[in-house]
C-alpha cells in the first residue's frame, strides 16, 4: 500500500479539495499533457500528472478512473475545475515542481513499494 | 486536445454523423500570410435546440446513452484556447450544425493538421448513408472533392469497396500534398506546416 502522507511530502503538494475527501489507493502513475493521450494510455488508479489544469481534466481522470491529479509546475487549478473535482469527488494537488521532477520523486515512491513493472520493490 | 487537428475533425464529423446528418461538409483553410489556420465541419443534421447548445461546452455533458462525459467539443475548445484562437459553433433545430475552429498557424502548442486523407476516409468507411465534401484552400488555391461527384464517377460500384477507399486515400494524399507542398520551397513550407 502506498502512503499518501509520503506522496504528499516527497512531491510538495497542496491539496485543493475538501479535507475530509478519502483518498483512492494508487497502484501507479501517469504523466502527460495530452487528453488524448492520457485517455489511451492511463489506468485506473493511477495519479496523474500534467501541466494541464482546465475542467477537461477532471472528465478525462473521471473517465480514465484516476487516484488523484497533480498540477505541476505551481500552476494553481482555476476555481470552475477545483469545483468539478469536488463534485466527481476527485483529489486535485498542485506542486512547485515541475513534470521531470515530480515524477522522477513518485517514480522512487512506486518502486520501492513493488509498482513499477520490471523494477524490483524493496 | 489530441495529436492531430484531423484527429479533432474526425471527432467533430462524428457528431454530425451520430445526430443523422446525411451530408457533411469539412473545408481547410491554410493562410501562411496571414498566419490563420481555419477548419469548418458544417451538416445538414437535425441541430441543437437551445438547452444543448448551453451545455456542448461542459465535459461532463452528452445526449449520447451509455456516457458519463462528451469530449468532442470540449477538448476542442481546450486546444483552441491553448494557442488563442476560437471556436464558433452555429446550431439550431431544422438548420443542421456549423463548427468553426480558427488557430494561429504558427503556434508552437497547435497540433498539426495531420492524416487528413485517413480521416475522411475513415469517416466514409464508417457510415454508407453520408455524402462529404472536402474542401482544401491553401493559399487562396482550392482543391475540392465530392463523394457525390466520385459516386456517379463509380456508376453503382459502392463508394465503401476498400479498393475505392484506397483509391480515394491516396488521391486526397497526392492532391493535397500537390496543394500545400508544391514548388520550391515546397519542402520548407510542408515543414512549417507540421508545426
Ligand atoms: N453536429 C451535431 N448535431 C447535433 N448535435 C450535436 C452535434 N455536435 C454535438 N452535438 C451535441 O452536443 C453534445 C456534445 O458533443 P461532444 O462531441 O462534446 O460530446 P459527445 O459527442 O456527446 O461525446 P464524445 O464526443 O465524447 O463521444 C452531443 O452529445 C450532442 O448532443
Ligand atoms: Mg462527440
Known amino acids: ?122 | 486536445m489530441m495529436e492531430e487537428l484531423a484527429h479533432h475533425i474526425l471527432d467533430i464529423a462524428r457528431n454530425s454523423v451520430e445526430a443523422g446528418a446525411t451530408r457533411l461538409e469539412i473545408t481547410v483553410e491554410e493562410d501562411t500570410q496571414s498566419g490563420v489556420l481555419r477548419f469548418v465541419v458544417g451538416d445538414n443534421g437535425p441541430g441543437m435546440p437551445e438547452h444543448v447548445r448551453r451545455r456542448m461546452l461542459d465535459p461532463f455533458f452528452t445526449t449520447k446513452s451509455g456516457k458519463k462525459v462528451g469530449l468532442g467539443l470540449p477538448l476542442l475548445q481546450m486546444a483552441v484556447q491553448r494557442c488563442g484562437g476560437h471556436l464558433e459553433v452555429s446550431s439550431a433545430p431544422g438548420q443542421g450544425t456549423t463548427v468553426v475552429a480558427t488557430f494561429p498557424y504558427y503556434c508552437w502548442d497547435r497540433p498539426p493538421l495531420g492524416d487528413i486523407p485517413r480521416t475522411v476516409v475513415g469517416l466514409l468507411a464508417g457510415s454508407d448513408q453520408v455524402d462529404l465534401c472536402y474542401r482544401h484552400v491553401y493559399n487562396g488555391q482550392v482543391f475540392e472533392l465530392d463523394t457525390v461527384e466520385i459516386r456517379l464517377r463509380l456508376r453503382g460500384i459502392p463508394l465503401q469497396t476498400p479498393e475505392v477507399l484506397l483509391w480515394l486515400r491516396q488521391h486526397l494524399a497526392e492532391s493535397i500534398n500537390n496543394l500545400c507542398g508544391g514548388g520550391e520551397d515546397g519542402q520548407d513550407r510542408l515543414a512549417r506546416r507540421a508545426g
Open chain 1, 1 to 122: 500500500m502506498i502512503d499518501w502522507q509520503e506522496i504528499v511530502a516527497a512531491l510538495e503538494l497542496t491539496p485543493h479539495h475538501p479535507k475530509d475527501l478519502p483518498l483512492p489507493p494508487v497502484r501507479g502513475a501517469y504523466c502527460g499533457d495530452m487528453m488524448s493521450d492520457v485517455l489511451a494510455h492511463a489506468r485506473r488508479g493511477d495519479l496523474w500528472i500534467t501541466i494541464q489544469r482546465h475542467r477537461n481534466v477532471v472528465a478525462v481522470a473521471t473517465l480514465v478512473g484516476i487516484s488523484g491529479v497533480v498540477v505541476t509546475g505551481g500552476r494553481v487549478p482555476p476555481e470552475d475545475t477545483v469545483a468539478l473535482a469536488e463534485k466527481e469527488k476527485l483529489p486535485i494537488f498542485s506542486t512547485p515542481l515541475d513534470n521531470f521532477q515530480a515524477a522522477g520523486r513518485l517514480y522512487r515512491i512506486l518502486a520501492k513499494a513493488g509498482l513499477v513493472p520490471g523494477i524490483q520493490g524493496g
